[in-house]
């Protein structure tokens, strides 16, 4: 009984939305994207997290991120959908505790199979985690000193 007990609250770990979405910003720029937040997506649509790359002369491509600690599912799945609705978006990214990624997997299901393949799930401790590991490659990598500043 105890064990159940500290599996449920290990799944149910509460987060700070925002400090998420600047993590999430902060390692989209890392990575190289043009990385915002709160951008309008779409008609109806706005994402807590927006990266883009231009790719050449050939056009952009988008990956959504949005973070959910409560709320209701319908409204963010929605979101979502329309969010796909434009054509540079590649991969939507619900971020949130283990709890709430099973309930959200669980709504999805039952909608169409190209937008169950559109949604990717990350754990909001994995965002602070892959934050935390950006900085350190930063650090180690300065310490090279690849490019003199004048």
């Not at 390692?27 to 915002?36: D, R, W």
């Not at 109806?44 to 883009?52: K, T």
């Not at 963010?76 to 540079?88: E, G």
């Not at 709890?99 to 559109?118: A, D, G």
Request: glycine letters at 4%; a negative charge; charged letters at 30%.
């Amino acid at each position: 009984m105890k064990e159940e007990k500290v599996a449920i609250e290990e799944e149910d770990y509460d987060f700070d939305h925002d400090e998420i979405v600047e993590k999430l910003v902060e390692l989209g720029s890392g990575l190289g994207f043009e990385a915002n937040s709160e951008v309008q997506v779409a008609r109806g649509s706005r994402a807590d997290v927006l990266w883009q790359a231009k790719i050449a002369n050939l056009g952009v491509v988008s990956y959504i991120f949005e973070v959910h600690r409560s709320g209701s599912i319908d409204s963010l799945t929605l979101n979502l959908q329309r969010a796909k609705n434009n054509p540079t978006v590649q991969k939507l990214v619900v971020v949130a505790n283990t709890k709430n990624l099973k309930r959200i997997r669980e709504e999805v299901e039952t909608l169409s199979e190209e937008f169950r393949k559109s949604i990717a799930y990350m754990e909001a401790k994995d965002a602070l985690r892959a934050s935390e590991l950006l900085s350190e490659l930063n650090a180690i990598i300065s310490k090279l000193e690849l490019v003199k500043s004048f």
